[in-house]
């Protein structure tokens, strides 16, 4: 059974910075990717970031480009978000996700996502 968890939310002002982690186990897939995407009160749930394990590719939303930065240290099984200059709009409940098997992940659809987190929340205050 695979299971994600995330920690490292909470409540910042704006311009400031967390750190998002995913401690991620029993997901075996040797080709896999992981994403990030959260979720805002009365929004849809939208892609945020991913990776690939294989050549680190990364992929962003417009919408973090710049500011986000999604990286995964495999020796702990952690998958991680920097999340630098902060905006009142990326106020979320942030989820780390997997694929199912043989999925991509670049372009961040939420149905290739089989496995998720229970979230952690992001406040960004003006």
């Known amino acids: 059974q695979v299971q994600l968890v995330e920690s490292g939310g909470g409540s910042v002002q704006a311009g400031g910075s967390l750190r998002l982690s995913c401690a991620v186990s029993?997901?075996?897939?040797?080709?896999?990717?992981m994403g990030w995407f959260r979720q805002a009160p009365g929004k849809e749930r939208e892609g945020v970031a991913a990776?690939?394990?294989?050549?680190?590719?990364?992929y962003y939303a417009d919408s973090v480009k710049g500011r986000f930065t999604i990286s995964q240290d495999n020796a702990k099984n952690t998958l991680y978000l920097q999340m630098n200059s902060l905006k009142p709009e990326d106020t979320a409940m942030y989820y780390c996700?997997?694929?199912?098997?043989?999925?991509?992940?670049?372009?961040?659809?939420?149905?290739?996502?089989?496995?998720w987190g229970q979230g952690t929340q992001v406040t960004v205050s003006s």
């Open positions: 990776i690939y394990t294989f050549g680190s590719s990364t």
């Open positions: 996700a997997a694929p199912a098997p043989g999925s991509s992940c670049y372009d961040l659809k939420e149905h290739k996502f089989r496995y």
């Open positions: 029993q997901y075996t897939d040797s080709s896999y990717c």
